[in-house]
């Protein structure tokens, strides 16, 4: 069951290791791989939070906006992107024992495509996210982003 604590693990600083299909849609693509850093912050008493992710070598940041609706006990996390300085349409699901799946619909390159984020690996000191589209409702998934979050050294852990 989803509480609004769920994501308390992530406040504070962390490095972030990423990798990235060159293209979110082909799975003969490449991938590239660089560093980021990322910072978390809690609001209203841990039923949501912010994130904002640096990642220098695209020239751009992130944010995520996390809020936790108390009636249905699910999570949305809604994305930005400096670039564009919009919102994507929010994913929506819960942490189910120590994952956490998320599921909304988009489009990319002009496609229909269904997303998936997902939370998992998750302690004190690491945490792993990755991103995964479908161009058939949901049925087969292709990863195309992956960050692994690590305790910025010399930070407290939450």
């Known amino acids: 069951m989803s509480t609004p604590h769920d994501f308390d693990f992530f406040h504070g600083d962390w490095d972030v290791r990423h990798r990235r299909r060159t293209d979110f849609l082909d799975p003969d693509s490449g991938w590239e791989e660089f560093g980021g850093t990322s910072r978390c912050w809690s609001l209203f008493d841990g039923a949501a939070n912010i994130d904002e992710i640096d990642m220098p070598h695209l ?32 994913v929506f699901g819960r942490f189910e024992g120590e994952r956490g799946a998320f599921y909304g619909d988009d489009t990319h390159d002009g496609k229909d495509v269904r997303v998936r984020f997902v939370w998992s690996g998750i302690s004190p000191a690491m945490a792993r996210w990755e991103q995964a589209f479908s161009l058939d409702g949901g049925q087969t998934w292709l990863t195309n982003w992956v960050m692994e979050f690590t305790r910025a050294s010399g930070t407290p852990a939450g």
């Open 59 to 90: 020239g751009s940041k992130g944010l995520t906006l996390r809020l936790f609706d108390r009636e249905t006990e699910q999570w949305s996390l809604n994305w930005s992107s400096s670039r564009s300085g919009k919102l994507f349409p929010p």
